[in-house]
């Protein structure tokens, strides 16, 4: 296996860093020597975080608590890392949430709001801080989707498109970028160990159950698959067999069966 390229000294910016795929990154990001700047709403969850990243490794965190679904929260951040002259060298493109339920019943606010964190706030930070990458010729983002891109999901009708829009940005990035030094990689997930089905509202089925990952070996395949400049991975064995029988389905026959996955 190459080895992979030293970020030890480097600051990275995790979403939704408080809980869950972005609480393993900012972990596994320390341990590779990164510095940090960490992001979510809820600042108390932040600073527990930041206290036992700090106990366990000798990097700067930094939190920040903000609610990315406005569009001055995500400029404020960028003009707080200018002001402070944080050179954010990795974006972990990681908040997210999902909205269970038939689309004819969720709340407008609740789609709204998924719609704003999972699609708006993630074009808006790598509009703003792709440039001075660009400017200092190094640079890594990582896109947080999910399996469910890859097809029409009923009951995570609105969330499953987001993902879909996700992954084609972050493709079409990496292939706008790939004569530069700049790193893109959409890393697509499937079932992991985290509270987002609880936030969402569902409950986890059977299948989801036996096919859950860790939220480590995500994050794990996730970073190795930024640092070896992949356009997108899909962790885990049966997430990728998965995705790949899907290639071979009718739509319609896809759908039918995403739904009964959901179900």
């Known amino acids: 296996m190459a080895e992979l390229p030293d970020i030890k000294g480097k600051t990275a910016l995790v979403t939704g860093a408080s809980s869950g795929i972005g609480m393993e990154f ?11 700047v960490i992001v979510a709403r809820n600042e108390e969850a932040l600073k527990i975080v930041r206290k036992e990243i700090t106990e366990q490794y000798p990097v700067e965190v930094t ?10 929260a995500v400029e404020k951040l960028f003009r707080d890392m200018v002001q ?7 974006l972990i493109n990681n908040a997210g949430v999902g909205v269970f ?4 019943n969720t709340s407008w606010q609740k789609e709204l709001g998924m719609l704003r964190l999972d699609i708006l706030s993630v074009v808006q930070l790598t509009k703003l801080f792709l ?16 399996v ?21 940005f972050g493709e079409a990035l990496a292939f706008e970028l790939s004569d530069t030094p700049i790193s893109v990689t959409v890393l697509a997930p499937g079932v992991t160990s985290t509270h987002f089905h609880a936030t969402a509202g569902q409950p986890l089925t059977s299948f989801q159950k036996m ?5 480590r070996s995500v994050v794990s395949e996730g970073i190795r698959a ?17 995705i790949f029988i899907e290639r071979f389905l009718p739509r319609k026959l896809s759908t039918w069966f995403a739904y009964k996955f959901m179900k």
């Open 63 to 72: 939190v920040i608590a903000a609610d990315l679904t406005q569009e001055q």
């Open 84 to 90: 402070n002259k944080k050179q954010i060298e990795i």
């Open 101 to 104: 339920g038939e689309f004819q």
């Open 131 to 146: 440039p001075p990458m660009l400017y200092h010729k190094s640079g890594y983002i990582l896109f947080v989707s999910s």
């Open 148 to 168: 469910a891109a890859f097809q029409p999901c009923p009951l995570y009708a609105t969330y499953a498109a987001s993902k879909s829009f996700i992954q084609n």
């Open 226 to 242: 930024l640092l070896n400049k992949r356009t997108s991975v899909i962790p885990g064995w049966g997430n990728k067999i998965l």
């Open 26 to 36: 900012a972990f596994q990001l320390a341990a590779l020597g990164c510095n940090l």
């Open 211 to 215: 096919s859950m990952m860790d939220s």
